[in-house]
């Protein structure tokens, strides 16, 4: 069975940096892509960021460009989300998905249940 | 404002079939699969449909997907109240380089 859990999230002022990570099991973690979106409270999904297998391809949204960085760890079987200069339009429950193929074109086919990042003064 | 445009609800009675649909454009829908989750109130997202019409296993049969041109449909048919739920279609972008969603359908059995 697929699992990923998120950590990391919390209460973080403006400007700061929070770092989230996603551990995975119940599949063989590097031969898929892996993704970070997230969900503002009472809103839809937004994409933030995708990794391909091996770290050889990386992208993100044009709304954390530049502030955020997506890393992945396969001998830990873990993935990361560094996010700095954090914004309160940041404020989202941040799930960690698993690509279905090894390039990040494709989209998700499990999700973990999602940390909360809380961004306010 | 989101790239993939669906409409915000969508509501049947038990037993019906509904409809959901998913409007993108050539860098998005026209030229890449088609995505469609489930979110439960309260839960993750849950995928329904993957690459247009392919349904994962354990999921059940009343759930089918198709894509044409630039537009996607998920259809659900014998509507159960479990059903209730939001809806999400999602699909890579060339021109914008990432995932794109639709703003999610909330689907009301009545």
């Known amino acids: 069975e697929v699992q990923l859990v998120e950590s990391g999230g919390g209460f973080v002022q403006p400007g700061r940096s929070l770092r989230l990570s996603c551990v995975a099991s119940g599949f063989t973690f590097d031969d898929y892509a892996m993704h970070w979106v997230r969900q503002a409270p009472g809103k839809g999904l937004e994409w933030v960021s995708g990794?391909?297998?091996?770290?050889?391809?990386?992208a993100y949204a044009d709304s954390v460009k530049g502030r955020f960085t997506i890393s992945r760890d396969n001998a830990k079987n873990s993935l990361y989300l560094q996010m700095n200069s954090l914004r309160t339009e940041d404020m989202a429950l941040y799930y960690c998905?698993?690509?279905?193929?090894?390039?990040?074109?494709?989209?998700?086919?499990?999700w973990g249940q999602g940390t909360l990042v809380t961004v306010s003064s | 404002q989101s790239v993939l445009t669906q409409p915000p609800s969508a509501s049947g009675t038990p037993g019906q079939r509904v409809t959901i649909s998913c409007s993108g454009s050539?860098?998005?829908?026209?030229?890449?699969?088609v995505y469609w989750y489930q979110q439960l109130p309260g839960t993750a997202p849950k995928l329904l449909i993957s690459r247009n019409n392919q349904r994962p296993s354990g999921v059940p049969d009343r759930f089918s997907g198709s894509k044409s041109g630039t537009s996607a449909s998920l259809a659900i048919s014998g509507l159960r109240s479990e059903d209730e739920a939001d809806y999400y279609c999602?699909?890579?972008?060339?021109?914008?380089?990432?995932?794109?969603f639709g703003g999610g359908t909330k689907l009301t059995v009545l």
């Open positions: 999602a699909a890579w972008d060339d021109s914008l380089s990432g995932v794109v």
């Open positions: 990794i391909t297998w091996n770290s050889g391809g990386i």
């Open positions: 998905a698993k690509g279905t193929t090894v390039t990040y074109r494709d989209p998700f086919d499990h």
């Open positions: 050539s860098s998005n829908i026209g030229s890449n699969y």
